[in-house]
């Protein structure tokens, strides 16, 4: 990717504190990604990002930087952007039951983001580990394409120890059931085009539950146990943020929606990083693997318009420095760009994309402007140090690129030349 002819002086700054790496192999020796040690500290935990899903450099950076942080760093959970709900059977494959065929199953109507390939490496790890990953779901169901995954176990929890309102959640979940896909894109048009009794009377007997659960938690505890009822509790909390995002997404696409309205499911993800570290062990470090735009710590904007306020943004503001936000970029290459399509089986295809040379002001132009290949940027001595100046005010975004202070965005920044989309969206596969 060729610099530009007058480089600024970030990109001066950064061409002397980027350190090369060698390797995107993750079955590679790990020695190029020290210098990621003194970058984290003794952060809990440590979020590695994407510009883009679908792209094999990012999945494969993810896998090495999972062995590094656990191998070398003394990491033990992995907390994925995938269902909180959905991600408990998939701790439990990861743990050494069943058989390693059983996954495919697991993952058989979830979007391709490269979950696969770190929950295999995490089973064949634990299988000799002293000490064993454990794998964490933090979204909301299906991606926001079903109610379900979250109120059918709910269900079964009602049965035992609140009988009595079972007819609450069975109404919630026949209207769940009828517009239920395998995803956000999948379901949004469906749940659109529900009568709005209905969608009043899904948000009504969710809100109910919810009332319910938190008002008689003594009498739920009592009925069986504390670990069951938070679950419970925590499953029946995404439900009723996917019910919302529906109604956010519905005002946002119809010009009429709320400020930031869409900042349902990240304040959700974030509060289920903190549900399991919470629940884990003192010292329990976290890999946590999502979206650029999900892990960043400033607001989201389109246009100068406030959008959102990302995951990353509440979990600095419960961590503090324990949170480190490392994103992922290319400067050339191509993306996966996400094109709404209701034929789709996600509700959106894949359209192998070129990407576009790097805006200038953008973190990528600063990256070929010093002439950098595979390299990971500590950026935090940036925001003392005058001499780089305000920063980048921009990072990819698909084919696009996002407005935003990278430098209080991200801790770090992890850089390839250029970007692919990943090989096995084959056919069969391809949302």
Same mark, same amino acid.
């Given at each position: 990717?060729? =610099?530009s002819?007058?480089?600024?002086p970030f990109a001066?700054w950064?061409?002397?504190h ?7 192999d993750?079955?590679?020796?790990l020695d190029?990604?020290?210098p990621?040690? %003194?970058?984290?500290? %003794?952060?809990?935990?440590?979020? &590695?990002g ?10 494969r950076?993810r896998?090495r930087?999972l062995r ?6 003394g990491?033990t959970v992995l907390a994925? @952007?995938?269902g909180?709900?959905?991600g408990?059977p998939?701790?439990t494959?990861a743990?050494?039951?069943?058989? $390693?065929d *059983?996954?495919?199953?697991?993952? =058989?109507?979830?979007? !391709?983001?490269?979950? %696969?390939?770190?929950?295999?490496w995490?089973?064949?790890?634990n ?10 779901g &933090?979204?909301i ?5 079903s109610l379900?995954?979250?109120l ?7 049965r035992?120890i609140? !009988?009595e309102v079972?007819s609450?959640? @069975?109404?919630a979940?026949?209207?769940?059931g009828?517009?239920a896909?395998?995803?956000?894109p999948?379901?949004?048009? =469906?749940?659109?085009?529900l009568p709005?009794a209905?969608? *009043?009377?899904l948000t009504a +007997? #969710?809100?109910?539950?919810?009332i319910?659960f938190?008002?008689?938690e !003594? ?8 670990l069951?009822y938070?679950?419970?509790l925590?499953r ?5 943020q =996917? ?8 005002g946002?696409?119809a010009?009429?929606g709320?400020?930031?309205?869409t900042s349902?499911?990240d304040v959700?993800?974030?509060?289920s990083?903190?549900?399991? #570290? ?5 010292g329990?470090?976290i890999?946590l693997a ?6 960043q710590k400033a607001?989201i904007s389109?246009?100068g318009?406030l ?16 949170y ?5 970029t290319?400067t ?7 094109i ?9 295809r894949i359209? $192998?994309?070129?990407?576009?040379p790097?805006e200038p002001?953008?973190?990528e132009?600063?990256f070929? $402007? ?6 990971? +940027?500590?950026?935090?001595p940036a925001?003392?140090q +005058?001499?780089?100046g305000p920063?980048?005010d921009? &990072? ?5 690129f996002?407005?935003t202070?990278? #430098? ?7 850089h390839?030349p250029a ?7 084959e056919e069969?596969?391809?949302?």
């Amino acid at each position: 990717m060729p =610099a530009s002819s007058h480089p600024g002086p970030f990109a001066g700054w950064l061409g002397g504190h980027a350190a090369p790496l060698t390797h995107l192999d993750p079955e590679a020796p790990l020695d190029d990604l020290e210098p990621l040690r %003194d970058l984290i500290g %003794d952060a809990s935990v440590v979020a &590695i990002g994407e510009h883009s899903h679908f792209i094999d450099e990012f999945i494969r950076l993810r896998r090495r930087l999972l062995r590094f942080l656990v191998e070398r760093c003394g990491f033990t959970v992995l907390a994925f @952007e995938y269902g909180f709900s959905e991600g408990f059977p998939l701790d439990t494959w990861a743990q050494g039951e069943g058989a $390693d065929d *059983d996954l495919t199953g697991h993952l =058989a109507e979830t979007i !391709p983001v490269g979950v %696969d390939d770190p929950l295999r490496w995490i089973r064949r790890h634990n299988a000799t580990a002293s000490q064993p990953v454990r794998f964490a779901g &933090i979204d909301i169901p299906a991606a926001g394409g079903s109610l379900l995954p979250a109120l059918a176990p709910v269900a079964d929890y009602l049965r035992r120890i609140d !009988p009595e309102v079972l007819s609450s959640i @069975e109404t919630a979940m026949r209207i769940a059931g009828s517009f239920a896909g395998t995803s956000a894109p999948a379901a949004a048009p =469906a749940w659109s085009r529900l009568p709005a009794a209905d969608q *009043d009377a899904l948000t009504a +007997a #969710l809100t109910r539950l919810l009332i319910r659960f938190r008002a008689v938690e !003594p009498l739920y505890v009592s009925r069986g146990d504390r670990l069951g009822y938070d679950i419970a509790l925590r499953r029946l909390e995404g439900a009723c943020q =996917a019910d919302y995002g529906f109604r956010a997404m519905a005002g946002l696409f119809a010009g009429a929606g709320l400020t930031a309205d869409t900042s349902a499911r990240d304040v959700y993800m974030a509060g289920s990083v903190l549900w399991h #570290l919470e629940r884990s062990e003192p010292g329990t470090r976290i890999v946590l693997a999502a979206h650029n735009a999900h892990i960043q710590k400033a607001p989201i904007s389109f246009n100068g318009q406030l959008t959102g306020f990302p995951m990353g943004q509440h979990l600095h503001d419960a961590l503090g420095d324990a949170y480190f936000a490392l994103g992922l970029t290319s400067t050339g290459g191509h993306t996966g760009e996400m094109i709404r399509d209701e034929e789709a089986r996600f509700g959106f295809r894949i359209e $192998d994309t070129a990407l576009q040379p790097p805006e200038p002001g953008s973190v990528e132009a600063a990256f070929a $402007d010093a002439g950098l290949g595979l390299s990971l +940027a500590d950026l935090r001595p940036a925001r003392t140090q +005058a001499g780089p100046g305000p920063g980048p005010d921009r &990072i990819r975004l698909q084919s696009t690129f996002l407005h935003t202070p990278v #430098l209080a965005a991200f801790d770090g920044i992890l850089h390839t030349p250029a970007s692919t989309v990943a090989r096995d969206l084959e056919e069969g596969r391809t949302p």
